[in-house]
């Protein structure tokens, strides 16, 4: 392969420098600095109200940060034309925590949503695109007739799994997957999702409380805490990356820098 036509490894696929944002005059993100590269798949991790989801929303252009820049493949997104950023976002997809599916359009609609929505591809191809997806997390091709409601709450993660990837995406951004579910089929999802990332050579951002799910899912983690990263490392490597805060998130400790900040 010519040097021209390598991919760029080096460029990151998500750059957020500087990124703030604050609700009312509070600030929830005070200067987020993060990299992701392209093909590897990142958790963030954070206590509860930290901003982890505002993170992903202010990428995925459903919240306007206060200040900083939001790079995809070195491109400031908040700085293109509406159709622009568009296009790159895309190029995303998004696994919900609640799994968000509509409880009024059978599962392979929901599935093939998006590419619906959108007018870009026709119903009889999004109904063939939805079974290829929903095969592809493991569930029976007629599952697609039936409604959301009907399934368990493991199979409405593997629908919402199947949506997040229906688009053939090169992000796809996971919120708390495996929230709700019991540990066999957390373990279940997260081998799915491992999955799924790798055959489709996406890069994969996900939050996560569930530190057994981040150590599957994640290559690489960042801790998100007081509006900013304070640390980033192998995903492996959690409870025992030296970093005390990390560390006690990580194991879940009661006595440790976060719950003295908690006390004063
Ligand atoms: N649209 C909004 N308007 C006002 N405040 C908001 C809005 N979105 C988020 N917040 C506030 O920002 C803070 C961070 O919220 P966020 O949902 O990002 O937390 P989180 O780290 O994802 O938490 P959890 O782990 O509990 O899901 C919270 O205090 C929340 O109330």
Do not use: Y
């Not at 010519?2 to 991919?7: F, N, R, V």
């Not at 079974?131 to 199979?155: I, N, R, W």
């Not at 709700?180 to 409380?209: N, S, Y």
């Amino acid at each position: 392969m010519s040097e021209a036509q390598a991919p760029d490894t080096r460029t990151p696929k998500i750059r957020l420098r500087g990124l703030k944002k604050s609700f009312n005059g509070k600030p929830v993100l005070d200067g987020v600095d993060l990299d992701v590269m392209p093909g590897r798949s990142m958790v963030i991790l954070g206590g509860s109200g930290t901003g982890k989801s505002v993170t992903i929303k202010c990428i995925l252009g459903l919240i306007e940060p206060d200040e900083g820049t939001i790079e995809i493949d070195g491109r400031n997104v908040l700085t293109m034309s509406r159709r622009e950023r568009a296009a790159v976002l895309d190029r995303t997809g998004m696994l919900f925590q609640n799994g968000a599916l509509f409880d009024s359009l059978p599962v392979w609609e929901n599935v093939c949503f998006k590419l619906l929505a959108q007018g870009r591809i026709s119903r009889e191809k999004a109904r063939q695109r939805a079974v290829e997806a929903l095969v592809d997390v493991g569930l029976g091709m007629g599952v697609g007739e039936m409604d959301p409601a009907s399934l368990s709450g493991g199979m409405q993660k593997r629908v919402a799994l199947a949506r997040a990837i229906a688009s053939q995406p090169d992000i796809i951004f996971f919120d708390e997957p495996t929230t709700g579910l019991d540990p066999i089929m957390g373990a279940v999802i997260d081998g799915l999702i491992v999955d799924c990332v790798k055959r489709l050579g996406a890069t994969a951002v996900t939050i996560t409380h569930d530190m057994a799910s981040a150590r599957r899912i994640g290559d690489d983690a960042a801790m998100l805490h007081k509006g900013r990263i304070v640390w980033t490392g192998p995903a492996a490597e959690l409870g025992h990356t030296g970093n005390p805060l990390v560390d006690q998130f990580a194991r879940g400790e009661r006595e440790g820098p976060i719950a003295m900040e908690l006390r004063r």
